[in-house]
């Protein structure tokens, strides 16, 4: 994505999850799934950024629960597997991933990351670090690349080592690729050395969604079509679990919305709850 001055910009998608986060700890009550601010600093929004119709916190609450329930699912495998020993640590389609930013303790225990996204986007993030005086560190890898041409030869010339474990994670990212592209991604990642492990989310059809949110699910994938980054994959669980096994992971299971509500959501009297709508696989080589 470009600017309108034809600079690298952020992808607004990728700053309005940045922004959920921030608002999770800014507008729900403790405890918080996750506290993740920083990707507030990076995206700089301006002050009135909850004034954004995409910010209304009773709106968005079970999207943006979601959102946090997601990220915190991901971090936990990734610093769980980082103890057992797996050192490398693959995010496609980074966007605004903070991991880096906040768990350098996990980064300066040998930990390499690999954040592996669009070119331009990836350009102005990494001038945003600069700016605030984060910069990368040297177990960070920022692998700019087209995911429609050669990206995972990129990431492979970037250090990535496929006969060693990794974790390699892909977050609100299959909505936007064809069957296909998304097939060809599974199969690369099931290639990867034994005890590696998958972690996605995917989209339910839209007849699957609670009633109460498919009206903002509506509006998502109007906006989408209009950006020219339309909703193009939707699943069910037992698809996409049969596409985990038909692409090669030796095992693969579907991590349900009511899991993670009873994993981080538990003993809560406010109500906040992860929606359906995305849901995750976890699938092992």
Avoid: C, N
């Avoid at 709106?59 to 699912?73: D, H």
Wanted: charged share 30%.
């Amino acid at each position: 994505m470009t600017g309108t001055d034809g600079e690298a910009a952020a992808d607004h998608t990728a700053v309005r999850v940045a922004l959920w986060r921030a608002l999770h700890r800014q507008a729900d009550a403790p405890p918080y799934v996750i506290e993740d601010e920083a990707g507030l600093r990076i995206a700089d929004p301006g002050e009135g950024w909850r004034d954004r119709p995409d910010m209304d916190v009773h709106a968005t609450r079970r999207t943006r629960a979601s959102i946090v329930a997601r990220a915190r699912f991901v971090e936990d495998l990734v610093v769980e597997r980082a103890g057992e020993g797996v050192d490398q640590y693959v995010v496609l389609g980074a966007g605004l991933d903070t991991f880096a930013q906040r768990r350098s303790d996990v980064g300066d225990g040998g930990l390499r990351v690999f954040e592996v996204d669009q070119a331009g986007p990836q350009a102005w993030k990494r001038q945003r670090l600069a700016d605030l005086g984060l910069g990368v560190p040297e177990w960070l890898r920022l692998v700019p690349v087209d995911f429609e041409g050669d990206w995972w030869e990129r990431l492979l010339a970037a250090g990535l080592d496929t006969a060693r474990p990794a974790v390699v994670a892909s977050a609100g990212v299959t909505m936007y690729l064809t069957r296909e592209a998304i097939a060809a991604t599974f199969r690369l990642v099931a290639g990867l050395a034994p005890g590696s492990m998958f972690v996605t989310t995917f989209m339910r059809p839209i007849e699957d969604v609670e009633p109460d949110q498919r009206p903002q699910l509506e509006i998502a994938m109007k906006g989408a079509r209009a950006a020219g980054t339309p909703f193009l994959s939707f699943f069910r669980p037992e698809r996409i679990l049969a596409l985990a096994r038909e692409t090669g992971f030796r095992e693969a299971r579907h991590v349900s919305a009511a899991e993670l509500e009873k994993r981080y959501f538990a003993g809560r009297t406010d109500g906040l709850r992860p929606s359906r709508g995305e849901e995750l696989l976890l699938a092992t080589t």
